[in-house]
């Protein structure tokens, strides 16, 4: 594993991964941020327990989805952990007594609008470089970061933004459609999302089908 600050640290549920996750690893590479994107799958995310497909199944899914993608490569720090809850600031220590450099943290607008309420925040911000891809179709502000943060850290959390568009694609959403199948060949219609080997993973493995009520 590359030990410098070059590397992204893109984590996530990734439950499951998809199209638009792989656009945000490519866009931070393509951007010139990063020379390698680590995608870091949640052992046991703080905000989203019950994930739906296991630890081993999502990094897996990973790893099928970034084939043949170079600058890419999936970390499993987080399941070596085992930390529940499992906090981004604890995590990015971790790594940093690992590996000997923090890395370049990677995450949406979503989350950069509510950073000011994660654990250690400020900590967090004070010691590790931000990247943030746009998300929601409404720009991140100086204005609305400047309510929750001083203005010099809210000017360098906004010049962390990646330009460009990013099409909206929900894991939890696709997650949802899914349940709602069960033969192998409904999920054909969620292709535009998924890579067809994330798509023939889950098919094979069952993942995220409920059974139809009278066997259907």
């Not at 984590?11 to 870091?40: K, M, Q």
């Not at 994660?118 to 990247?131: N, P, Q, S, T, Y």
Request: with cysteine; hydrophobic share 40%.
């Amino acid at each position: 594993m590359i030990g410098t600050e070059d590397i992204a640290f893109f984590g996530g549920s990734f439950d499951p991964p998809h199209l638009g996750h792989l656009a945000v690893a490519e866009a931070a590479l393509n951007a010139g941020v990063c020379g390698h994107v680590a995608w870091v799958p949640a052992y046991a995310p703080p905000h989203k327990q019950g994930s739906g497909a296991a630890f081993s199944d999502r990094a897996a899914m990973i790893e099928t989805l970034i084939a043949g993608h170079s600058g890419m490569s999936v970390n499993e720090i987080e399941a070596e952990l085992q930390l529940n809850p499992s906090y981004t600031f604890e995590v990015l220590e971790a790594w940093k007594r690992r590996f000997g450099a923090s890395p370049i943290l990677l995450i949406g607008a979503d989350s950069l609008r509510e950073l000011h309420t994660w654990h250690r925040a400020r900590e967090l911000v004070d010691r590790v470089r931000i990247v943030t891809y746009p998300r929601g179709g409404r720009p991140v502000t100086a204005d609305e970061l400047s309510l929750n943060w001083p203005k010099p850290t809210a000017d360098l959390l906004l010049a962390g933004v990646l330009k460009g568009d990013f099409f909206e694609i929900s894991s939890s959403e696709l997650k949802n459609r899914m349940e709602k199948f069960t033969a192998a060949g409904d999920i054909i219609y969620l292709k535009e999302y998924l890579a067809p080997g994330v798509c023939d993973y889950i098919v094979k493995h069952g993942l995220y089908a409920r059974k139809r009520p009278n066997g259907q």
